[in-house]
């Protein structure tokens, strides 16, 4: 029998890549790895092993991994040094445990010099784990759908769904899609072998776009209103973001102006077998729920 791990699993991505692996094979060959297993309380009652893990920790790693065949590495939140340590840590712990297929959530078009900064944090990760020997798939997760709604109170509150984006197409998908795929992927890995995958949702977006499907959504008044990106920073400071958030973040968009995010992929849908939820069914559910 095959052990699948996953890591972060008390997380929202891991929470619903668990979930989608659950109804795929039976809890007895999933184990997950948790910093903080009095959060897994639940996932214990459900028959899965719980086990104790943080990327700081080399040695806690390695016990985590041993015995998993095929591990499903979930990118951490920290600054860009901290992370990349914690990442060649968490692969390095993999390869010393026995582990044999690295699953790794990475970010759509990682470069050392993207202008969204966190993207290289991931392309260090992505080559770290090919150096590594490991068989690997690397999941090139486009943005999250979800990400989307944090703008939606204020412009509720307002009429203006305000970010610095310009005219820039943005393929986000939904968080629940890209847990899925991981999901399948961690179910049946051989055929996933060495793969990288660009998983991007179904379009590329603009805001203006997305201020009119909210506002169509809620019947509510609401225009995207362009922001210059120091006003951005300054917003997102003011949220007590960590100052590595708010260069990452602003960056994002900037980097999307640049066309980095605009290019559609069909993986996604090829893995899924169905196209990914669009941003406009996405938003539509989600605003209408409560
Ligand atoms: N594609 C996108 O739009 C997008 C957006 C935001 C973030 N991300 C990336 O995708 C990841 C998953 O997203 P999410 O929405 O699930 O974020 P999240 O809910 O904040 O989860 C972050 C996960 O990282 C884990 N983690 C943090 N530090 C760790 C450490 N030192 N050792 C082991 N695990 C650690 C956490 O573990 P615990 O469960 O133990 O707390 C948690 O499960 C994020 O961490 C980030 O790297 C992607």
């Given at each position: ?11 929202q991505?891991g929470?619903?890549?668990l ?5 795929r ?25 719980v ?10 790693m ?49 470069r ?6 966190y ?5 260090d ?9 490991l ?18 109170p ?7 769904y ?7 197409g ?7 899609d ?71 973040v ?26 990914p939820?669009?941003?406009?069914d ?9």
């Open positions: 029998m095959m052990k699948k791990l996953i890591t972060g699993a008390t997380g991505f929470t619903l890549a979930s989608h692996l659950s109804t094979i039976p809890a007895g060959e999933i184990v997950v790895s948790v910093r903080n297993p009095d959060k897994a309380a639940d996932i214990r009652a459900n028959g899965i092993e086990r104790q893990g943080d990327f700081d920790d080399q040695t806690l390695e016990q985590a991994f041993a015995g998993i065949d095929v591990a499903l590495i979930v990118s951490a939140e920290a600054d860009n040094e901290t992370r990349i340590r914690q990442h060649r840590t968490a692969i390095t712990a993999a390869k010393n445990a026995g582990v044999k297929h690295v699953i790794y959530t990475s970010v759509i078009d990682p050392a010099d993207s202008a969204f900064t993207s290289a944090i991931h392309a990760t992505e080559a770290f784990i090919k150096q590594s020997g068989t690997y798939t690397i999941l090139r997760n486009s943005f999250y759908a979800d990400l989307l709604l944090g703008g939606v204020h412009a509720l509150e307002t009429g203006q305000a970010a610095p984006a310009g005219n820039a943005i393929t986000y998908i939904p968080r629940n890209l847990a899925e795929i991981a999901a399948i992927i961690l179910a049946n890995p051989a055929e996933h072998a060495n793969k990288t995958y660009d998983l991007t949702g179904t379009k590329a977006i603009t805001h203006a776009k997305i201020a009119a499907i909210i506002a169509s959504a809620t019947g509510k008044d609401i225009a995207f209103a362009d922001l210059p990106g120091d006003v951005y920073e300054g917003i997102l400071r003011s949220l007590g973001l960590p100052e590595h958030a708010v260069i990452a602003a960056g994002l968009y900037l980097a999307a102006k640049n066309g980095d995010y605009a290019t559609v992929s069909t993986d996604a849908a090829s893995i899924l077998g169905r196209q939820q669009s941003v406009d996405f938003l539509k559910h989600a605003l209408n729920k409560g």
